[in-house]
């Protein structure tokens, strides 16, 4: 692992949620052949090629450059905005997943929804905030009713072939 750092900008509770599934300390030591690692693995530039580091207002998510087999850190240390797109949207898939596998189960049932979130949250190191709870019952709420479309269309398809 190189000392050597990258800076990306994201949400307050998806880099709390990051650094805390990732031993919680700043900056984040990625785990080997991980998402995230394999990202940057493949997005990561030589310094070279003229690559701007965008400025970052509030608090940056920090990630240590892992040291890949045929990319130095010393030499490969740059990424390009289109990689930081790439990592982040990896990010908040892996966050959907993370919370729908840990509440889905449990979401239907009369828990008020904010106790739920909020214990979710504060079981996952993220600061339970206002601003953070509003993001995370956001994404929770897209979700539900992105799954819940799908089990409706399954349901449709599935009614009309037994009419045909």
Not at 58 to 66: A, D, N, R, S
Not at 77 to 103: A, C, H, P, V
């Amino acid at each position: 692992m190189s000392d050597i750092t990258l800076s990306f900008q994201c949400e307050d509770y998806l880099r709390q949620w990051f650094i805390h599934i990732n031993g919680g300390s700043s900056p984040v030591r990625l785990k080997k052949n991980t998402p995230e690692s394999n990202c940057l693995q493949f997005a990561l530039r030589s310094k070279s090629e003229n690559i701007s580091s965008p400025e970052i207002a509030g608090t940056p998510l920090v990630v240590f450059i892992p040291c890949f087999r045929f990319k130095n850190p010393k030499d490969y240390n740059s990424i390009t905005e289109t990689g930081r797109k790439m990592f982040l949207s990896i990010l908040r898939m892996r966050f959907d997943e993370q919370i729908w596998y840990d509440l889905h189960s449990i979401y239907n049932f009369s828990i008020p929804k904010e106790d739920l979130i909020y214990t979710w949250m504060e079981s996952h190191g993220i600061d339970p905030t206002e601003k953070n709870f509003n993001a995370v019952a956001k994404r929770l709420q897209r979700l539900r009713s992105r799954t819940l479309s799908k089990v409706r269309v399954r349901n449709f398809r599935k009614n009309s072939k037994k009419r045909d």
